[in-house]
């Protein structure tokens, strides 16, 4: 296993999976070691300026013996996304696979999707030295945006587009100890039904930040 992304065929709105499933994100908490790997590796693909976090790591239970974990939290693509339902310049848009991603020359810098994001995700930089707010940054899936794939001014507005080479998000490829998947949702619902019966469970628990993201599916 290599933190997964699917056999998938590009197309220009995404990618065809062949099961038809979604993208999804997955930190398993049992395994996740707060190596803060991720969020060290998305910040350098992407070249991130001072302030802005498109990942980072939780604590849960801090401190109580035995009940203490640590989770990898970014934008989670969700399936029914808020973010794009409160845009009231509509710079959202979600592509053919589920990633979801934003026109940053739309953006108008309101905020109004980090009220709504239960993740915390959207991102603002200031854009200059009185702290006015600039437009929204947040995870990408590694797949870029609305400028022409590879180019500069992708590169410069959204970071790396890891997802047109056919490879996974820096963030899960990084991850040593394969905690954060990245792939089709029938590949990690897989991953986490195995393990959960390796680890002697009858049924698989669904963790907080997969519901929440793509309800019970």
Request: aromatic share 8%.
């Amino acid at each position: 296993m290599s933190n997964l992304m699917p056999n998938a065929t590009k197309n220009n709105g995404g990618f065809d999976i062949p099961d038809h499933s979604r993208i999804k994100f997955y930190c398993d908490d049992n395994r996740c070691i707060d190596c803060h790997g991720c969020d060290v590796a998305c910040k350098e693909a992407h070249h991130l300026p001072v302030g802005v976090n498109r990942r980072r790591i939780v604590t849960l239970n801090e401190g109580i013996a035995g009940k203490e974990k640590s989770l990898s939290i970014a934008c989670m693509h969700c399936s029914d996304a808020p973010c794009a339902k409160v845009c009231p310049v509509d710079c959202f848009y979600i592509r053919s696979d589920g990633i979801v991603l934003h026109n940053k020359e739309t953006c108008i810098g309101c905020g109004y999707c980090l009220y709504a994001c239960p993740f915390g995700a959207p991102q603002f930089p200031t854009d200059d030295v009185f702290g006015s707010r600039g437009s929204m940054d947040k995870c990408t899936f590694c797949a870029g945006g609305p400028a022409p794939t590879h180019s500069q001014k992708e590169f410069e507005l959204y970071g790396q587009n890891r997802i047109a080479e056919g490879k996974v998000p820096a963030c899960a490829a990084m991850c040593s100890t394969k905690a954060l998947l990245a792939g089709s949702s029938k590949e990690v619902s897989l991953i986490i039904r195995t393990r959960a019966f390796n680890r002697g469970s009858q049924t698989a628990e669904i963790p907080y930040t997969w519901s929440k993201a793509y309800g019970d599916s």
